[in-house]
Every structure is written in structure tokens, then in C-alpha cells.
């Protein structure tokens, strides 16, 4: 008889133990599939971001070039005008000098 309650504590305890080891390994499963979920949400909520942030800096490049190119436009027109200044300026040299020699020979003249 002791031999059976002993059998049959042993095996209780034994019981107890594997069913409450049972639920600490099953809560600490589901705190690891709660994280789990938790991070594939974080990884997709930065994917989203990382998605809409490569669109706008597809953008901004897009942009950048454009601004490029009419930077490279406005400085050869830039350029050009430089250019013209500088022939203007030499004309009207030109043509305060012969406006000084014209004057000077009306001053003779008189």
C-alpha cells in the first residue's frame, strides 16, 4: 500500500510539475509569437517608409536633373550675353572715340 501512494504521489507531483512547466513553456511561446508579430509589423510599417522615401528621392534626382540642365542652359546664355556685353561695350568705345574726333574737328573747323 505505501508502495502505491508513494507510486501515485510521485507520479502526481510528476504530473504538477511537467503540467505547470507546460504553461510557462506555452506562455513564453506566445510572448515570443507576440514579439514576433510585432516585429513583421515594424519590418513592414519600415518597408512602407523605405518605399515612400526611395520614391521621393527618385523624385528629388528627377528634379535634380532638370535644374541641372536649365542651370547648364542659363549659364550659356550667360555666356552669350557676356559675349554681346563685351562687343557692345568695344562699339560704344568705338564710337565715343570718333564722337571725341568728330568734335574735335568741328572744333577745329570753328
Same mark, same amino acid.
Request: aromatic share 8%; charged share 30%.
Given at each position: 500500500? =505505501? ?9 502526481? *507531483? @510528476?504530473?504538477?510539475?511537467? =503540467?505547470?512547466? *507546460? ?14 508579430? @510585432? ?14 522615401? /526611395? ?11 532638370? @535644374? ?14 557676356? /559675349? ?5 561695350? /568695344? ?20
Amino acid at each position: 500500500m =505505501f508502495v502505491q501512494w508513494s507510486l501515485l504521489t510521485a507520479l502526481a *507531483m @510528476l504530473s504538477i510539475y511537467l =503540467f505547470v512547466k *507546460m504553461y510557462y513553456f506555452k506562455s513564453i511561446t506566445n510572448r515570443e509569437k507576440r514579439s514576433n508579430d @510585432l516585429m513583421k509589423l515594424t519590418l513592414r510599417e519600415a518597408e512602407i517608409l523605405i518605399r515612400k522615401y /526611395q520614391i521621393q528621392l527618385q523624385r528629388a534626382l528627377g528634379n535634380i536633373d532638370i @535644374l541641372s540642365e536649365e542651370l547648364t542652359k542659363l549659364r550659356n546664355e550667360l555666356k552669350v550675353l557676356k /559675349q554681346r556685353n563685351s562687343k557692345h561695350r /568695344q562699339e560704344t568705345d568705338r564710337l565715343n572715340a570718333k564722337i571725341k574726333a568728330l568734335e574735335g574737328r568741328i572744333d577745329a573747323l570753328l
